[in-house]
């Protein structure tokens, strides 16, 4: 079986991370079709403990524990190199060290990196003879470019430097790698644009939905009090646009609708809320809740799911979980980015405070005179027809699988032999998830 280096910039499990959710669904297949040699960081120390069931999917592994005060300061040090300042924050001689010495084997012919920074280990003269594909999932430099255009200076200008050099090295390791993947294909589009000397190699592939675990749950025991609406927001609470969105969601669009429906509650579901997140539970009706061990009850016994991101880059897997479960999703055209989703027919967009308002007090009303209007519950069945159609991981994973040059008749004695890896062992079963970013 042939051998594949695969790079990440994070430990990809458990699956809790909009980023980890990607990464783990690729491990997986991966390890169905090479002996898989994974290098990466941890930068969580609970995460240590599933060290273990990862290694079971691979061939070799080595694991760095990334001390996030040390990273920064490396990142710090890009300011006097004039190189982006994410590539050095995951740079660890250890790692090189690593990738160098099972390089030199001469068995590893494929490698795999996870995000830009992770493919500075492969990027050398040892790397030239590999088939490199970069996944870079989202344009990231774009995101530093909007982080830019919203923070005050001197923060603004030390983004817009970042999302400038960055691009540079996107650029550059599009051109040297055999293929570079995103998202969806509007993410694909967008880097064409930027790095149109990369554009024939430029492709994409979905995220996947686990549409039998986020399922429309009709019944289950909920988590708000009796006689209580709800509004959920879910994700990563330490992620800046997650933070932007509640703050700018409560400040513009709250106090209109609590005022119209008094006993009406917004839930902010997700792990590790900063200050500024936490502060918001003061004001009343907001409820911030930090990690919760299931994110599906809070989805399932909201009347709407809001999604106000105002920066955004890639897929939000938090629309897509919401949809899954056959719920109606409100959202600006930022969160939707990458998901062929209709307005209107399988989800709600507003383009700002107004139109949140209007959408949100619609769907509060009807709820209100006891049933559900017909209209939202044909909404969230087509919202969840949707993902099933467009976002399943097996299917979209042949994209990668296509990049890696496996073979249609590979993918079918993959599909039709054991789950075993070449790793020999198991795959470790999924945990309860966390809410993705």
């Keep these: 079986m042939r051998e594949l280096l695969f790079l990440a910039h994070r430990l990809p499990y458990p699956p809790n991370k909009g980023d980890k959710i990607r990464s783990w669904h690729m491990l997986q297949y991966l390890s169905r079709h090479f002996r898989v040699h ?59 060290q690593w990738v ?28 030239r003879a590999l088939h490199r594909v970069i996944d870079f999932v989202d344009v990231d430099s774009d995101k530093w470019r909007q982080y830019g255009d919203s923070k005050p200076w001197p923060m603004s200008l030390l983004y ?16 040297q790698f055999t293929a570079a993947s995103f998202v969806s294909p509007a993410e694909a589009a967008l880097f064409r644009q930027c790095a149109p000397m990369a554009r024939r190699k430029t492709g994409y592939f979905n995220n996947g939905v686990d549409t ?27 992620y800046w646009p997650n933070i932007d969105a509640v703050q700018w969601f409560v400040r513009h669009v709250w106090p209109a609708l609590r005022r119209e429906f008094p006993r009406l509650q917004f839930y902010i579901v997700g792990s590790a809320p900063v200050p500024a997140v936490t502060a918001l539970a003061r004001i009343p009706g907001v409820v911030v809740t930090g990690k919760v061990p299931d994110i599906r009850p809070y989805l399932a016994g909201a009347a709407l799911a ?12 938090k629309v897509l979980e ?55 519950v044909a909404m969230g069945a087509a919202a969840r027809q ?43 079963v999924q945990p309860v998830r966390e809410p993705s970013t």
Excluded at 101 to 114: D, E, P
Excluded at 399 to 420: F, K, P, V
């Design 160 to 175: 817009r430097r970042e999302a400038q050099l960055l691009l540079q090295y996107e650029r550059h390791i599009a051109q």
């Design 322 to 376: 919401a949809m899954a479960m056959g719920k109606i999703v409100l959202a600006t055209p930022q969160a939707l980015e990458g998901i062929a989703a209709q307005p209107g027919l399988e989800l709600l967009l507003a383009r700002d405070e107004a139109e949140f308002i209007h959408h949100a007090a619609r769907v509060l009303r009807h709820a209100q005179d006891g049933a559900a209007e017909a209209g939202g």
């Design 306 to 317: 809001v999604a106000p991101l105002r920066i955004a880059r890639g897929v939000q897997n």
């Design 38 to 96: 994974l290098g990466c960081f941890i930068d969580d120390d609970d995460d240590w403990r599933h060290a273990k069931s990862v290694a079971a999917l691979c061939a070799s592994t080595r694991f760095i524990g990334l001390q996030r005060g040390t990273a920064r300061w490396r990142a710090m040090q890009a300011l006097l190199s004039r190189q982006a300042m994410s590539v050095h924050y995951y740079r660890d001689a250890r790692l090189l």
């Design 212 to 238: 039998a675990y986020f399922t429309p749950q009709p019944g289950r025991a909920g988590v708000y009090p009796a006689g209580v609406q709800a509004l959920v927001f879910t994700g990563a609470m330490d």
């Design 100 to 127: 160098d010495g099972l390089l030199s084997g001469g068995k590893v012919r494929h490698a795999l990196a996870f995000s830009g920074p992770m493919a500075q280990y492969i990027d050398g003269s040892a790397g």
């Design 386 to 428: 949707l993902v099933l159609q467009d976002y399943d991981w097996e299917r979209n994973l042949r994209g990668l699988g296509a990049m890696l040059g496996i073979s249609a008749e590979a993918e079918a004695e993959a599909e039709a032999g054991s789950n075993t890896p070449a790793g020999g062992a198991a795959a470790p």
